[in-house]
C-alpha cells in the first residue's frame, strides 16, 4: 500500500492556503519525496510526514517553485542528526543547481547527500518499490515519475496446508520457484511442486506524477492502468493558449490523459495562483473523466 500526503498544490508562487509543489509517498515504513518546493519541511510538520523517513528526493524539474525547499530540509535533517545517505536525483545537466543549494554557504552536513542524473528509465529499486522517469514537455528538461510497488506472490494457504509446505520451505520456493514435499500416501516417489501451484500473483498499486509540463504521449504511455495519475492542471479551458505558451497544460488536458490512459483515478495539481477555488478545474476535468479530484494541501490518500 502507498499512503500519499499532498504537501504543496500552487504553481510558480505559493498562496494563503497552498504551499510549492511537493508530494510524499510513504511505503513500507520509508518516504519518498516529489518536488520541495519553498517551505516543504514546515507542511511536512504540519500533515505528520515525517521528514527523518525520506529516503529519496526526486525532482521534476528546477523551476525554484519545485526546489528551493531543500536547501532548508537539508540543514533541518543534519541539525537533528540524520546520519545516513541521502540521494537527489535531478535531470542530466542540472546537478550544479541541486549541489548549489546544498553547498551555497559552505554547509558539511553529518550525512552523505548523492546527487544523481536522470535519464529515461527505471531509476531507483529496492525490495518494496521502483522507479521509472519519462519525459515531460516544459521550458526546461522535467521528468514525471512512475512510482509502484514490485509485484508479488501470495501463497494459497489451503494448498500449501495440504502440501505440507511450511516454514523455512516458503523462503526455498520464493528463491528457487520450486520445492520437493514428502510423496503422497501410497506413493513411493518425492513430489515437485512448482511456486505457481501453490499462490497467485499479486499485482503492485502504481502512481503516476507529472508535472510540470504540455500533455505528452509519454506521460499516457507511463499512466497506462495507474492507480492514481497526479497531473498538472494549471489553466481552465479560458486559458488554453497561455497553457500552450507557457508550455502547462488544462484540466481538460489532464482529463483527456487519463481517459486515455485507463487510469483508475485522477488527481489534479499545481494550480495557477489566479484560482480561489478548483472547483472550476474539476468540473471541466469530469466531463471527460469522471474519476477526477483536486489536491488540497494536508490531503492524504491510501493507495
Known sequence: MFKLTVLGTSGAAPTKSRGLAAVAVENEGDLYLFDCGEGTQRQMLKSDANMFKVRAIFITHTHGDHIFGLPGMLRSLD??????????????????????LARFDSFRPRYEINVIPIVPGEIYRNKSINVTAFEL???????????????????????CDSLGIKGKMYRELLEKGKITVKPDEGSSLPK??????????????????????????????????????????????????????????TATDAANIAIKAGAKEL?????????????????????????????????????
Open 267 to 303: 488527481m489534479l495539481i499545481h494550480f495557477s495562483t489566479r484560482y480561489k477555488s478548483t472547483s472550476q478545474l474539476v468540473r471541466q476535468s469530469r466531463t471527460i473523466f469522471k474519476n477526477t479530484i483536486a489536491a488540497k494541501d494536508g490531503m492524504k490518500l491510501s493507495i
Open 79 to 100: 541539525l537533528y542528526g540524520r546520519d545516513y545517505p541521502l540521494s537527489i536525483y535531478v535531470p542530466k545537466g542540472y546537478e550544479d543547481r541541486i549541489e548549489a
Open 192 to 249: 515437485e511442486v512448482r511456486i505457481e501451484d501453490v499462490s497467485i500473483p499479486k499485482i503492485g498499486k502504481k502512481i503516476v506524477y507529472a508535472t510540470d509540463t504540455m500533455p505528452t504521449e509519454g506521460t499516457i504511455k507511463a499512466s497506462a492502468g495507474v492507480d492514481l495519475l497526479i497531473h498538472e492542471a494549471t489553466y481552465t479551458d479560458e486559458f488554453k493558449d497561455l497553457a500552450a505558451d507557457r508550455m502547462h497544460s
Open 137 to 159: 514537455k516544459h521550458s526546461i528538461a522535467s521528468y514525471g515519475y512512475r512510482i509502484a510497488e514490485n509485484d508479488s506472490l501470495n501463497f494459497i494457504k489451503e494448498k
